[in-house]
């Protein structure tokens, strides 16, 4: 389906692999100019060099979205380098599972800061000049674990709760100004995330899924770029699940 958008940027983390590659291509091919973001360059790299094959408009910066100096310096430099940013999705995240008698503060803080303080720190270097052009998009990937709770995921699943509530509240500091800031709860997605689960939690993972098959990184790009274009204009602080039935 081909969207409205007009001459947008967009900034996606994460873009190397899985979810963050599949939003990243889509956008491409509605004709948004992507800045793809990772934590290595190789990663990101590849994702914007296989977008301009394609003949699409990328641009690959690595950035570690857990260092929030790194965060502000690059949001400066990119903000200078394309003149505005238009689109925001925070998808980059990692796990660390154990059980919290077992988890490590290190664990803890790492899956904290990659999964939600990143998106304090780029919505807060990247919203002001979008407030100001009175049009903006922030989509940011949460998990149903973070409806629902698992247990081993305490510090996923606290992130991942945690970046609901910053949704909604951006949602509501910023509607006056026309910004549209939503999220989107997947289940279980075919990516390197979930290529560790063994044979025998996957079939119970389908037993549990009424459409009986793990999801695919285009199904969550559907609606994530969706939710980026001019028609989900009356959208916002909405949280979305693309779980195949598991969580409802
Ligand atoms: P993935 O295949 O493991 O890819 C993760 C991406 O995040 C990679 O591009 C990685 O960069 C980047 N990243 C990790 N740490 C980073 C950091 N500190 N700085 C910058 N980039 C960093 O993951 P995925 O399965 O596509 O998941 C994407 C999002 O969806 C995550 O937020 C995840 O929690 C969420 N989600 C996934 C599932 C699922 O079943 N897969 C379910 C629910 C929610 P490099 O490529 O450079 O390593």
């Not at 996606?12 to 948004?32: C, F, H, K, P, Y």
């Not at 430099?77 to 940013?85: C, T």
């Not at 995921?153 to 509530?165: L, S, T």
């Not at 899924?209 to 980026?228: F, H, K, S, T």
């Amino acid at each position: 389906m081909q969207l409205t958008f007009d001459n947008r940027v967009a900034l996606v983390t994460g873009a190397g692999r899985g979810i963050g590659r599949a939003i990243s291509e889509e956008l491409a091919r509605q004709g948004v100019k992507v800045i793809c973001v990772s934590k290595s360059e190789s990663s990101c790299g590849a994702v914007a060099e296989s977008i301009k094959a394609a003949g699409g408009d990328a641009f690959a910066r690595p950035v570690d979205v857990s260092d929030g100096e790194a965060v502000a310096q690059a949001a400066k430099e990119l903000l200078e380098q394309f003149g505005q940013i238009d689109i925001l999705v925070n998808n980059a995240g990692i796990t660390r599972d154990g059980l919290i008698l077992r988890m490590s503060h290190e664990d803890w803080d790492a899956v904290i800061s990659t999964n939600l303080s990143s998106c304090f720190y780029w919505s807060k270097h990247l919203i002001h000049p979008m407030a100001r052009r009175r049009w903006g998009r922030i989509v940011n990937i949460t998990s149903i674990t973070g409806l629902v709770g698992n247990a081993g995921q305490v510090n996923y699943a606290a992130a991942k709760a945690g970046m609901i509530g910053l949704t909604k509240s951006l949602a509501k500091e910023f509607g006056s100004r026309t910004l549209t800031v939503n999220a989107i709860a997947p289940g279980f997605i075919k990516t390197d995330m979930t290529s560790g689960l063994s044979d025998q939690i996957t079939e119970i993972v389908l037993k549990n899924i009424p459409l009986r098959r793990l999801g695919q990184p285009e199904d969550v790009a559907g609606i994530a770029v969706y939710l980026c274009a001019e028609e989900a204009s009356y959208i916002t602080g909405q949280v979305f699940s693309v779980d195949g039935g598991l969580a409802m």
